[in-house]
């Protein structure tokens, strides 16, 4: 698998194939700098969460994040053309929001993963938030369930089993894999392990978009 890209790997989902786009960072939206902004952004949420900065420096960053924000609103797009979350070529797609996934294997039916929480992600007393695991199992269980040719699906129920506390800035690992198959309905399950113990295990189902619903 090593020298294989992100999307190589995990299989770009057809139905949200960038159209006419080929694979080239310079061509795709946020062009080739959108990779580094959003790790960035990451550590820049990582490393504010864990700072107690003085008044002056509150005040700097406020006025900084302001002027960002103005000048942003005049390059507004839709969501279509937007890189956040569809740069299937960049690690987490290219957002902020999930934590950072790196591939390690995959079958026809399984995926193998690490995947390391900011300390964004905390919820509290040192145990990452568990919507974040949540949105973990959301995002891998929903890109892999689109995968090797399959259409485009929806999550209609996510269940998440905590069973111990997931630590914060620690390499864990995750599988998925398909559970069945039938009809419009695919069921995956997931695990997350720190070394030999299990944090958090989930059953999803999703639902094949009919044409009408893409
Ligand atoms: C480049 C970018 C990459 C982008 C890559 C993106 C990767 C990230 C992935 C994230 C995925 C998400 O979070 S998706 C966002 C969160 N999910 C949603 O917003 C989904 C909201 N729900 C829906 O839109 C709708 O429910 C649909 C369209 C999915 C399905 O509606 P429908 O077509 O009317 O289907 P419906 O008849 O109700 O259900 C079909 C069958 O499923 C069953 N069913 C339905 N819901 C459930 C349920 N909760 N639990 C059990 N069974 C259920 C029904 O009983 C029925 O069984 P039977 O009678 O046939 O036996």
Known sequence: MV????????GVPESFALAG???????LPGGTGWGELAGELRGYLDALVGVDPPADLVSEMAEQLRSWRERLAAARVPERDQ???HRVDLPAR??????????????????EATVVFGRFHLGGHDAVHGGAVALLFDEVLGRFSDTHGRPAART??????????????????????????????????GELRDGDVVCAEARALFIVLRPDQG
């Open 3 to 10: 020298g294989l890209s992100w999307a190589e790997r995990i």
């Open 21 to 27: 786009l080929e694979m080239d960072p310079a061509r």
């Open 83 to 85: 890189p956040w979350g």
């Open 94 to 111: 290219g957002q902020a929001l999930a934590p950072h996934v790196e591939m390690l294997d995959r079958g026809d039916d399984w995926l």
């Open 156 to 189: 209609v129920s996510l269940d998440v089993a905590f069973r111990a506390v997931t630590p914060p800035e620690r390499e864990l690992r995750l599988r998925v894999w398909f559970e069945r198959e039938h009809g419009r309905k695919r069921q995956l399950h």
